[in-house]
C-alpha cells in the first residue's frame, strides 16, 4: 500500500519478501509483483527504475555489513521510501565533482520515519557529538543497532543484542567530493557543502583512535549539508541466533566443475541456498578459502554457527575445521561434503561429524535447525536416517550443540577477540 507521509510517500513491500528468491535482491521485485495488488500505484514501476541505482549499491552493501556484523541480523520487513524533491538531491548530487557515492545507515525507532520524511533529518548541534554537526551515520548493523529499536535513543548503548531483538534501519543515499572526506576528532568541525566526517567509533561511543578490524568497532560519519542525504529504503531488523559457514572452494567466481557430484552442488547452491536465506531463518555465509573461513568464525564467534566444509585437497576442510573448533571452544557438530566416498572411513572417527556425497542431506542438515521442532531431536533423527543410508555408526557425544562463547545478553565491552 502507499501513504503520504510529510514530504514524501511511503510503499510497502514487507508482504512480498516471502516471494523474493534472494531478500535482498530488491531490484528484482518487479518481476514477482502482482499487478492487482498495486491498482492503486501508477508509478511503482517508475519509482524502483528511479532508485535502482541506489537499490543496487543497498544490496551490495548489506552484504557487506552482515558479514562485518558481530551479531547476525536479517531483514523481516521493509518499505521503499519516496521523497518528493528527489530531482533537487539528483540535481545537487551530479553538480558535485570528484564525486563518491555511499549508502549509509541511520538506526531508529519506527516512528520518527514520518518525522524523517517531514522534516529530512533532525542535525545534531549540541557538544555532546564529537565529531561535528549535521546529521549523523553509520554503515555498521551492530553500531545501528545502539540507536534502533523501539526504545529511547541511547538506551542500547553497548549492550547486545537478545535473539529475536529488532531494530529500524534507514538506508540513505549519500555522496561527497573526494577531497572532502575527512577523519575527525574534533566536534567543532563541522562538514561543510559535499563534505563528510568520518570516526571510528567503539561500543560506548567513544572514538577508537586505531581500530583493530578484529575487535568491534563502529563507524560514524556526519554530513551538515541536507542536499547531500535522500533516505529510500526503511527496513526493519532481527537478531537470528545462528548462522551457516560453508566452506568450499566451488565458491571462487568461476569454479571448475569436474564431476556429476559438483553439478549436483552448484544447483542446490542456487535453489536451496537462496531459499533458506530468503525465509530469513539464518545467513549464510559463503567462504572459498579456510583462511576467509577462519576470520569470518572469529568476528562471528559470539553466535550459534552452523558448519559445512568440503573435504578438499591434502584434507584441508578437516584442517578448517580443527581450527575452528578451537575458536568457538567445542566440537560443535559439523557436515563434511566429498564426491569421494572413502573419506567416510576417517569422518566416521571424527568427533560429532557428518559425511555426506548426497544433496539430499545437505537441505536436511539446514532445515535441523529450524522449525517448531527440537532442534537436538531433529539431528538425532538426521543422525539416524545417514548412519541407516551410509551403513556406518557416527561418532557422537552429547555436546554437539554446546556453543559455549554463545552471547545472548550482556555488553559490548565483555566481548574478547583474538589479534
Not at 203 to 221: A, L, M, Q, S
Not at 303 to 320: A, R, V
Not at 400 to 406: A, Q, R
Request: glycine residues 4%; proline residues 3%; positive net charge.
Amino acid at each position: 500500500m502507499i501513504e503520504k507521509e510529510g514530504r514524501g510517500n511511503i510503499i510497502n513491500f514487507s508482504k512480498f519478501v516471502d516471494k523474493v528468491v534472494d531478500q535482498y535482491q530488491i531490484s528484482q521485485i518487479m518481476k514477482i509483483l502482482n499487478p492487482d495488488d498495486f491498482k492503486e500505484i501508477k508509478n511503482i514501476e517508475f519509482l524502483l527504475s528511479k532508485y535502482n541505482e541506489h537499490i543496487v549499491l543497498f544490496n551490495k552493501d548489506l552484504e557487506r555489513a552482515k558479514k562485518e556484523s558481530i551479531f547476525e541480523f536479517s531483514i523481516i520487513s521493509m518499505v521503499i521510501i519516496e521523497r518528493q524533491d528527489y530531482e533537487k538531491f539528483e540535481e545537487e548530487r551530479k553538480k558535485c565533482p570528484n564525486r563518491v557515492d555511499k549508502i549509509l545507515f541511520h538506526g531508529t525507532s519506527v516512528e520518527p520515519i514520518s518525522c524523517i520524511l517531514t522534516d529530512i533529518f533532525k542535525k545534531s548541534v549540541d557538544r555532546c557529538y564529537q565529531h561535528g554537526k549535521g546529521v549523523y551515520f553509520t554503515n555498521f548493523l551492530d553500531y545501528c543497532w545502539f540507536y534502533g529499536g523501539n526504545i529511547s535513543n541511547r538506551a542500547n548503548k553497548n549492550k547486545i543484542p537478545k535473539v529475536d531483538d529488532n531494530f529500524t534501519l534507514i538506508a540513505c543515499s549519500t555522496y561527497y567530493e573526494e577531497k572532502g572526506f575527512r577523519k575527525v576528532i574534533d566536534y567543532k568541525i563541522t562538514p561543510k557543502k559535499n563534505e563528510i566526517n568520518f570516526a571510528y567509533a567503539g561500543p560506548r561511543f567513544e572514538t577508537v583512535i586505531n581500530p583493530d578490524f578484529t575487535k568491534f568497532v563502529g563507524t560514524e560519519y556526519v554530513i551538515w549539508d541536507l542536499d547531500q542525504i535522500c533516505p529510500f529504503i526503511s527496513a526493519k531488523l532481527k537478531r537470528n541466533e545462528y548462522c551457516v559457514f560453508w566452506r568450499d572452494n566451488n565458491f571462487s567466481p568461476k569454479p571448475v566443475y569436474n564431476n556429476r557430484f559438483d553439478a549436483i552442488f552448484k544447483k542446490f547452491l542456487e535453489e536451496r541456498m537462496k531459499y533458506i536465506n530468503q525465509e530469513g531463518r539464518f545467513n549464510i555465509y559463503q567462504c572459498e578459502t579456510s583462511e576467509e573461513a577462519l576470520k569470518l568464525v572469529e568476528r562471528k564467534k559470539y553466535n550459534k554457527i552452523i558448519l559445512i566444509s568440503n573435504i578438499g585437497t591434502d584434507l584441508g576442510g578437516k584442517k578448517y575445521i580443527t581450527e575452528a573448533r578451537k575458536i568457538l571452544g567445542n566440537d560443535v557438530i559439523v557436515l563434511f561434503l566429498a564426491y569421494n566416498i572413502k573419506h567416510l572411513e576417517w569422518v566416521k572417527d571424527f568427533n560429532n561429524a557428518l559425511f555426506s556425497n548426497e544433496p539430499k542431506f545437505y537441505e536436511k542438515y539446514l532445515k535441523c535447525f529450524y522449525g517448531d521442532e527440537s532442534i537436538d531431536d531433529n539431528i538425532k533423527l538426521l543422525i539416524n536416517e545417514m548412519e541407516v543410508f551410509y551403513k556406518i555408526k557416527f561418532k557422537f557425544d552429547n555436546n554437539y550443540l554446546n556453543f559455549p562463547l554463545f552471547k545472548g545478553s550482556g555488553k559490548y565491552n565483555d566481548l574478547t577477540f583474538n589479534n
